[in-house]
């Protein structure tokens, strides 16, 4: 049994940022993941630090929220936010009287913005539609969930935080009424474990109404699924944004070697509903061809989708919903935290440990926005060529990844499956998304008795599926070159067929 | 410039390829035209035919009707299978085995697949979990790991040598070298291997005589054998330059690297390509044309996103339905739809839905072969090339 103060359920950036807070005001605590850190919304989002200004119009508070954070994150995060700068571009046919609407309330909320000229935006854009009235900049920027997430769990192990990922939270123990700890199952052993603690924190995104309920408690939540497609290389070293109300696929945002673009808006009511359509995908590269127009001969490499825990509204359409959070106090012990944005996720782990300490009766003060993120001396940065330190052993040609850094990642914490690796050193993450490198990959795991033989191959299997299907709503010219090619290999050069 | 061929082969496959060896033996004039080189270097370098059943030849009655094998039958099939392994020997790069059966090759993930002929380093490949084998492999080289292998053997035993380099092709150069081969066969027979095979990854040379391998065999006094590795293997690019270099033995023009710029047309018949290059064009022209560009991994055809074309001459193809039933949800299911896509040909190779009259189609290009459900690329590939060819000359 494990014993500690707060018990942290998610792995996602809010709850590795709850983490990192309690660790720099000296609350012990643990925290608990079912899979890989930034396994859900965090890890399906855009990579986009808002501005604000996508909010700006018809959530106020939300924007406000936003534009906050992103300038501490720059400050504090300079290794895992890039500062590209975003556009809000205008195409013939969208509202003037939402762009004046937009730049009124950007002023209002401290947004900074600048109106360019069509010929100044292709300066700084060339791919963008010549033909577009005029592009407004502000202050957006490209952020690394995964490596966010990391960073802020680098702190709490640092002063002694207990994190248990792939673990799942089965059940809650309840005494008198209130919620004193919970079950926990190991994923690869099934062994299970208690964990007790004064304070559960419920920060699992759209899985928040599974774990309240085993509380006793509900949280007034909406899930809303947001499917976005990759690019193989960058269109544009800016994020773009649509300059009209919040629509599908009206963002491309830069990150590390790619482009990501979406969104879509689709009700679900099943946290795991992550399928992407075809249809969505059509949607999504429509859109962006009109802002971009070489995104149509841009060869996809994957889709993926993420459910989006959004605070329960009155309104039909989800995305009028306000992005904005709310800590819930069930009042048994266990407090949830719903709603909100990996941009604003800082600001929530403030939020909440402010309630805990309250409930604790302490009074330390959150520094979580004036110390920089720890762990980021060891980071490279972004360009890819520094991440490249010698030309010897590369098994990942598309991501430049060697088998040091497949040996090292996978001594580490938490490490079991591929794509643990994968989060960790972007292996598989190019062109040909794990095809040629994960055979090897493994392959140095059983060298290194990181994993048997056996394990290897159901992780190989469940690799390739999940793989599938992310790519298969994007199969067509390159992409569907290289799958056939992909396919060849293992099903037929390495025989996995048979395995049925 | 210009040159006049009787028949101009587009795509340097082994489907073209071997239409090229079909012609050329007729006594033609014959040219193959080739954007680069083809997929059949990425694969096993192993003939397969038909992954059902013992043997692969009868097996050929339980595909559909439409399968092109059919339009081939089953004694033409036998005929071009040895057609190809009469080229092959004669460059000194025999292929064993028995086209009446089927075998099933250790692959370096310690599966098997199912094959029909290989290449003689591959002999003794057979996959025999109760067996004893001792396999080689090599100090960090990144696409083979002996343990996927011993892990499924009952009976299995490895050791590792270094090469000083990490690469497939790197090694296989290496054992070209008689000082480097010197050393592998006295550490090989250091090792007192007991009893059984000998496995080791596809590196024994690069050339496709077999001379690394034969050394190798009499050196450990073994059976030995080679798995094949992850793309590019090196039995692939053996079985290549092996047909590459009957080609050229034979006489046959290769224009290689160079993409097809135009195609000119005269009433019902195409008269010429013209081949880009830098700075300057070549004008090829042909009495008749063979189209033998593969599928989508070589280029010959090319997916939209609502549409498949066919890259050269532009013909009509055959889709399977929209965007979202090309692929099955599950990527092991055997059998995506897309695999049907292809141009569709009557009895004598010519593509249907379309007014050419001296156009001729084989290889995986061919609308419903299916290659990767059915395990038959180079079979039929194979099979189909020398049909065409033969359908072709008789009109020339």
Known sequence: MIKTDVIIIGGGSTGCGVARDLALRGIPHCLIEKGDFAAGATGACHGLLHSGARYVVNDSEAAAECISENMIMRKIGVKCVEQTGGLFVRLPGDSKRYRDMFLKSCEETGISTEVLSPSRALDLVPNLNPSLEEAITVPDCSIDPFRLCMLNITSSQRRGGKILTHNRVIDTIMEHGRCVGVKVQEESTAEIREIRGKIIINATGAWGNTVASLAGGTVPMTLSKGSLIVTNHRLTNMVINRLRPASDGDIIVPNEAVCLAGTTSIPVTDPDANDVEPAEVDIIATQACLMVPNFHSTRVIRTYAGVRPLLKADSGDDREISRSFRVIDHKNGMFSIMGGKLTTYRLMAEKICDSVMETLGLKTKCRTAELPLEGQEELSGYPLSKRLKTLENIVCECELVTADDVEKVAGKIGTRHIGDIQHRTRLGMGPCQGGFCTYRALGIMQEKGKMTPEESMYVLREFLQRRFKGIKPALWGDQLREEQLIESIYLGILGMRQEQ | ?396
């Open chain 2, 1 to 396: 410039m210009s040159d006049l061929y009787d028949a101009v082969i587009v795509g340097g496959g082994m489907a073209g390829m071997m239409a090229a060896v079909t012609l050329v033996e007729q006594g033609k004039k014959v040219a193959v035209i080739s954007k680069g080189d083809p997929v059949c270097c990425f694969s096993t370098g192993c003939i397969d035919v038909l992954a059902y059943g013992d043997d692969p030849l009868k097996g050929l009655g339980s595909l559909p009707d439409s399968h092109p094998y059919h339009l081939v039958g089953e004694g033409s099939v036998e005929k071009a299978l040895a057609l190809f392994r009469k080229t092959m020997s004669e460059g000194g790069m025999p292929y064993i085995g028995d086209v009446h059966a089927n075998r099933k090759v250790l692959t370096s993930l310690g599966r098997w697949k199912t094959t029909c002929l290989v290449p003689e380093t591959m002999e003794y490949a057979d996959f025999d979990p109760d067996k004893y084998i001792h396999v080689i492999s090599f100090y960090k080289m990144k696409d083979f790991y002996p343990q996927y292998i011993t892990s499924r053997y009952a009976n299995a035993d490895y050791s590792v040598f270094d090469p000083g380099v990490i690469t497939t092709a790197g090694i296989a150069e290496k054992f070209e070298s008689r000082p480097f081969l010197d050393t592998f066969i006295s550490w090989l027979q250091g090792l007192h291997i007991p009893e059984g095979r000998i496995a080791i990854p596809a590196v024994l040379g690069r050339s496709l005589v077999g001379d690394v391998y034969r050394q190798v065999s009499a050196g450990c006094d073994r059976k030995v054998f080679e798995i094949p590795t992850l793309p590019p293997s090196l039995p692939g690019l053996r079985l290549f330059a092996g047909l590459k270099n009957a080609l050229l033995r034979k006489g046959v023009d290769l224009y290689w690297g160079r993409g097809i710029y135009s195609v000119e047309k005269l009433g019902n018949r195409i008269e010429a390509v013209t081949l880009a290059n830098a700075g300057r064009t070549t004008r090829v022209e042909g009495k008749a044309f063979i189209l033998a560009a593969g599928s989508f991994v070589s280029g010959g055809l090319q997916a939209s996103m609502d549409a498949v074309t066919e890259t050269v001459f532009d013909l009509p193809t055959y889709l399977p339905g929209t965007r979202d039933v090309w692929f099955k949800d599950d990527f092991f299911a055997p059998g995506h739809e897309i695999e049907k896509a292809g141009i569709r040909v009557d009895a004598s190779f010519r593509p249907i839905e379309t007014d050419i009259e001296n156009l001729h189609v084989c290889g995986s290009i061919l609308a419903f072969s299916e290659i990767m459900k059915n395990r038959c690329g180079h079979g039929m590939a194979i099979a189909t090339g020398v049909a065409a060819a033969q359908a072709c000359g008789g009109l020339i």
